[in-house]
Each structure stands twice: as C-alpha cells, then as structure tokens.
C-alpha cells in the first residue's frame, strides 16, 4: 500500500513539475511549421509564410497552447511582408482529434509604407477603393 501511495506521489509530482515546466518557459520547436504553412496554402496557392522557430506555452486553465514565432515572412505573388511576430492559440482537444486548428491569429508587422500594404491587400480583394488608395500615395 506505501509503494502505491509513493508510486502516485510521485507521478504526480512529476505532473506537476511538467505542467508548471511548460505553463512559465515553455518550449521551442519548429515542428508545427509545415502544419501552419499547409494551411495557409489551403487558403490560395500563392501564399506562403516562411516561419522561425515558434514557442509554445501552456494555458492549462484555457486547455490551449499558445504559440508565438518572430521574424516570419509572409509572401504573396512575390511581394514580401516581414512580420514582427506571429501568435496564435492552438485548443489542446485538437492535437489529441488529429484535427490541427488555429484560433485567433494576431500578426504584428514591422514598419511599412502605406502604398506596399495597399498593394498587397489588392491581390487579395481588388476593389476600386484600394485603386484609388494605391495610387494616391
């Protein structure tokens, strides 16, 4: 009975260490990278992303991961955009389901001029008002 009962405190110990482990440092990794970038090409074939390595926290309390990458490059038709970071929340339900879901993308970007931004959000929606927009500026 004392073998169990030390057996479970320390797998709980264990546990415990793990979670607070991943909860404050969390971990680096480059393995959702291509997850993340299929993804994308899903949405149009001529966008892609070039990530760096992402960090992942744990939110026990939410059941979800929090990832944060600095320095991607998004890239559309050969215009290029550098990010200043990247961050999203990954639900832990769909890492068990297989089922890789992306929740509440934040995107920060570097220093831009307007006239590039206005570009690049025209190959996207091509309406007469970012016309007009880009070549005001």
């Known amino acids: 009975m ?23 440092i969390g971990l680096k990794t480059e393995r959702f990278n291509s997850q993340i970038s299929q993804k994308i090409e899903k949405i149009d074939g001529n966008f892609e992303i070039e990530l760096n390595e992402i960090k992942i926290i744990l939110d026990p309390f939410k059941f979800q991961l929090n990832a944060k990458t600095i320095g991607p490059k998004i890239i559309y038709k050969n215009e290029i955009i550098e990010i200043e970071y990247l961050k999203t929340k990954i639900p832990l339900v769909s890492l068990f389901n297989k089922n890789f879901l992306i929740e509440n993308i934040e995107i920060s970007t570097k220093s831009l001029k307007a006239k590039n931004v206005i570009s690049f959000f025209r190959n996207f929606q091509n309406t007469a008002e970012l016309y007009i927009l880009e070549k005001n500026n």
């Open 2 to 24: 004392k073998i169990i009962l030390r057996i479970l405190t320390f797998l709980f110990v264990i546990i415990f260490f793990l979670i607070g482990y991943l909860s404050i």
